[in-house]
């Protein structure tokens, strides 16, 4: 079992930057790989980055690849999300998750953080 929680959203104009971290705590948390969802009004939750447990290799969507970064802190039980040039369609809560394997579904992840709200402003 492992409790997510993430912080740092906020609201922002376009082009800007905001960092979001989730702080883990429970079973050992280096044996997750680690992802960041979003949720925008009225469509479903997607996949926007992932970092794996083993090596910390990276994967992203295309809609934010080369705009995010995800990175983790092993000994800080923590993720981050970096996400720069920020666009109105970003807008979104933005969700942590957990699982024993990598993968871009939702449904493959067992845990999730309660989300943190980021609005862009054009």
């Known amino acids: 079992q492992v409790q997510l929680v993430e912080s740092g959203g906020g609201l922002v104009q376009a082009g800007g930057s905001l960092r979001l971290s989730c702080a883990a705590s429970g079973r050992t948390f280096d044996i997750y790989a680690m992802a960041w969802f979003r949720q925008a009004p009225g469509k479903e939750r997607e996949f926007g980055a992932g970092?794996?447990?083993?090596?910390?290799?990276?994967y992203y969507a295309d809609s934010v690849k080369g705009r995010f970064t995800i990175s983790r802190d092993n000994a800080k039980n923590t993720v981050y999300l970096q996400m720069n040039s920020l666009k109105p369609e970003d807008t979104a809560v933005y969700y942590c998750?957990?699982?024993?394997?990598?993968?871009?579904?939702?449904?493959?992840?067992?845990?999730w953080g309660q989300g943190t709200l980021v609005t862009v402003s054009s």
């Open positions: 998750a957990a699982s024993a394997l990598d993968g871009t579904r939702t449904a493959r992840y067992d845990y």
């Open positions: 970092i794996t447990r083993n090596d910390g290799s990276t």
